[in-house]
Nanobody, 125 residues
């Protein structure tokens, strides 16, 4: 079965950087799309970044230019490089995945069937 394990969260001051990782286990049967979501205290979970089968990416406006999503297909690991962090980036970050192919571009929470446990990111001012 597919399992995702997120890591790399921590506490950092505004302007700092963190790199999150998501190890993927058992996801080898078909082309796949991966994503990072986050949920801040008192707020709904929101999409942060997506990467698709063709390696194209998409970002939320709030993080575009600061965050970079990437993956190492050989290691089956997803990454999120976060630079110029802001206090509003404070949240639990979740990695997610789904089977995909062709022109399919999943983006919403319901599009992803596999989720990691989340890793806490705290940015202080």
């Amino acid at each position: 079965q597919v399992q995702l394990v997120a890591s790399g969260g921590g506490s950092v001051q505004a302007g700092g950087s963190l790199r999150l990782s998501c190890a993927v286990y058992g996801y080898t049967a078909a082309p796949r799309c991966m994503a990072w979501f986050r949920q801040a205290p008192g707020k709904e979970r929101e999409g942060v970044a997506r990467i698709y089968t063709d390696a194209s990416t998409s970002y939320a406006d709030s993080v575009a230019g600061r965050f970079t999503i990437s993956q190492d297909n050989a290691k089956l690991t997803l990454y999120l490089q976060m630079n110029s962090l802001k206090p509003e980036d404070t949240a639990i970050y979740y990695c997610a995945g789904t089977y995909c192919g062709g022109d399919y571009r999943p983006s919403s929470i319901s599009d992803f069937g596999y989720w990691g446990q989340g890793t806490q990111v705290t940015v202080s001012s």
